[in-house]
């Protein structure tokens, strides 16, 4: 049964830092894998898709990688701001998406 | 923009009452899904649909039941909620199973009291 794991579960960074989330996965037999953002009491906004054949995805800030082999992935946000502030989840695709419990991140000014 | 609506936002009910809790999108995705998420867990998917007529049970175990009578709309029903029902409930869909971005509606919040 597919597992995926986020690291840290909570980060607080002042404005302007550099960032990267953890995510890793245990079946390597995935179709993708998925970023998504999610604000308090809200549903989730898709971050990035990166397919299984790629290697990475760039969005604005926002960068994320992905190592099938060795079942992990990282996101990375450059020059936090606070309105970044929001959980992170990370979901792996097979024939339905499994999600990690997430990163809850917190910019301050 | 994504465009999937889920209906009531938040509804606080009583133990027993039979409730469904509406979801539909206006853009034609095939593939529609049901997600329940306990506050600081990761989300369970609980039923899915590959298209009109086709119902799932997803990982999670769930005593709702779903129906698909037309594309758009994906309904998701208790017929008589408990305590333990309490959760939020998120609903999406895609143009694929596979390959493509899961889009999501705002979520239902339950409480059952």
């Known amino acids: 049964k597919q597992e995926v794991t986020q690291i840290p579960a909570a980060l607080s960074v002042p404005e302007g830092e550099n960032l990267v989330l953890n995510c890793s996965f245990t079946d390597s037999a995935i179709y993708n894998l998925q970023w998504f953002r999610q604000d308090p009491g809200k549903g989730l906004t898709s971050l990035l898709l990166i397919q299984s054949s790629q290697r990475e995805q760039t969005s604005g800030r926002l960068n994320a990688s992905l190592d099938k082999s060795s079942g992990r992935s990282t996101l990375y946000i450059a020059a936090s701001q606070p309105g970044d502030s929001a959980t992170y989840l990370c979901a792996v695709s097979a024939s339905t998406l499994t999600f990690g419990k997430g990163t809850m991140l917190l910019v301050s000014p | 923009e994504a465009d999937i609506y889920q209906t009531p936002r938040y509804l606080v009910i009583g133990t027993g009452k039979k409730i469904t809790l509406e979801c539909s999108q206006t853009m034609g995705h095939d593939k529609m899904y049901w997600y329940q998420q306990d506050p600081g867990m990761e989300l369970h998917l609980i039923h899915y649909s590959y298209g009109v007529n086709s119902t799932e049970k997803g990982d999670l175990s769930s005593e709702s039941t779903v129906s698909r009578i037309r594309t758009e709309h994906f309904p998701l029903t208790l017929e008589s909620a408990r305590p333990s029902h309490t959760s939020q409930y998120l609903c999406?869909?895609?143009?694929?199973?596979?390959?493509?971005?899961?889009?999501f509606g705002p979520g239902t919040r339950l409480t059952v009291l």
């Open positions: 999406a869909s895609s143009e694929s199973a596979r390959g493509d971005t899961q889009y």
